[in-house]
């Protein structure tokens, strides 16, 4: 009984006036009056003006002007209840309205997804015929790579001709490095940096590093080795805030998701404001941003590139960098819809990296090159 009295009533009192039910209230309540006004006429005209105390009550005008103030309040009432509602459906209309602009700026242009199937069926032939040489990795590597920079010009589509880079960074454990390697490479890093509290560097391999733009791909001849530090899981919050670098590293150790940064230039304040990288770290990364290596960067994503053994658990070996001259690259929304579609060409490149024992161009490496390939 309780059920049915609440359905009838509804749960929230300020809706009751659009109940079904209301209107049909304010009939009879509008009806009680007008029978009022026809049966006791000269009773409700003898009793204007209404005087309290000026002598006996006449019960049927009382009756009468109280039914016809709850008429008038009661008709108030629901025009205000339905004037509210359609503020608000209009408000929710509005909102909807935004978010289907949003998702038309975001989809894909005609014809895209003809594009992402020939492309990667492109990508998975060469990787399928190239076999397991050094020369062959590399080729499936660079191929999947390229099929990812087509995704990108298609996706991307912008008036202002932007120039991208697309660049792979390997992770290398500490007992491969050597004191010269990280004195030349590693970046970010505060004065006095200890590796050993680190599990290793991510390093960016030359031969898979591209410059791009909407005619021509070619090998990014300007870029060098950098390394940027993996911090020990002890070592990855500071005070609640992360000790991470922003970007690859982030993604790396978090290979849940990809990460984004829509201008580089705002990098720094973030290093500075919201995580517990020294200020040098982050003066570091405004100056090279700003002015130095890293000028032509104004905003990247990041996307982890994990494998999984046969009947093992998933690794993360690498991240996969992609970088815009311009600010803004894939913002918001589109970054969510971009991410999936270059995931089986990622796959695709960590079958192949997994296998690929090429020791970086210019750096030495601690351990004998047996090992290296074991």
């Known amino acids: 009984m309780r059920q049915t009295l609440k359905g009838m009533w509804g749960g929230d009192h ?40 000026a002598g ?12 016809l103030l709850a008429f008038g309040s009661l008709f108030g009432l629901a025009l205000h209840a339905h004037n509210e509602a359609t503020r608000n459906s209009l408000a929710q209309l509005q909102d909807r309205s935004a978010e289907l ?82 004195a030349k490479h590693v970046m970010f890093v ?67 998701k990809s990460a984004g940064v829509e201008n580089t230039l705002e990098l720094a304040t973030w290093c500075r404001e919201r995580s517990a990288l020294r200020s040098s770290v982050a003066d570091e990364i405004e100056r090279y941003y700003a002015a130095g290596a890293g000028s032509a960067i104004r905003s990247f994503i990041c996307m982890p590139i994990v494998v999984t053994p046969s009947g093992g658990t998933p690794v993360t070996i690498g991240v996969l960098n992609i970088q815009s001259s311009r600010p803004g690259f894939l913002p918001g929304e589109k970054a969510g819809q971009f991410v999936p ?12 990296l997994a296998k690929y024992r090429v020791v970086p161009k210019g750096v030495a490496t601690a351990v004998p090159k047996a090992a290296a390939a074991a």
């Open 101 to 182: 602009q949003t998702l038309i700026r975001t989809l894909p242009p005609k014809g895209f997804l003809v594009t992402f199937e020939d492309l990667f069926r492109v990508s998975f032939d060469v990787d399928s015929r190239v076999g397991e040489t050094e020369d062959g990795l590399k080729a499936s590597i660079v191929v999947a790579l390229g099929g990812i920079a087509s995704l990108v010009r298609a996706f991307d589509s912008r008036d202002d001709g932007p120039e991208y880079r697309i660049n792979l960074m390997v992770f290398r454990p500490t007992a491969q490095l050597r004191p010269e390697d990280l």
């Open 14 to 53: 300020s809706r009751l006036p659009l109940q079904w039910w209301f209107p049909a209230l304010i009939a009879c309540v509008g009806a009680f009056a007008g029978y009022l006004g026809s049966v006791y006429t000269e009773d409700i005209r003898s009793s204007v003006p209404i005087g309290f105390g």
């Open 190 to 256: 505060e004065p006095g940096y200890n590796p050993h509290t680190w599990d290793g560097v991510l390093q960016l391999r030359q031969e898979f590093a591209y410059r791009f733009n909407q005619e021509s791909m070619e090998v990014d001849t300007e870029i060098e080795p950098l390394m940027l530090p993996i911090p020990e899981p002890g070592f990855r919050v500071d005070s609640g805030k992360p000790a991470i670098l922003p970007g690859a590293p982030s993604v790396f150790c978090d290979p849940t």
């Open 56 to 67: 006996p009550l006449v019960w049927s005008a009382f009756f009468f002007w109280m039914s």
């Open 341 to 352: 579609l270059a995931t089986p060409f990622i796959l695709l490149i960590g079958r192949s």
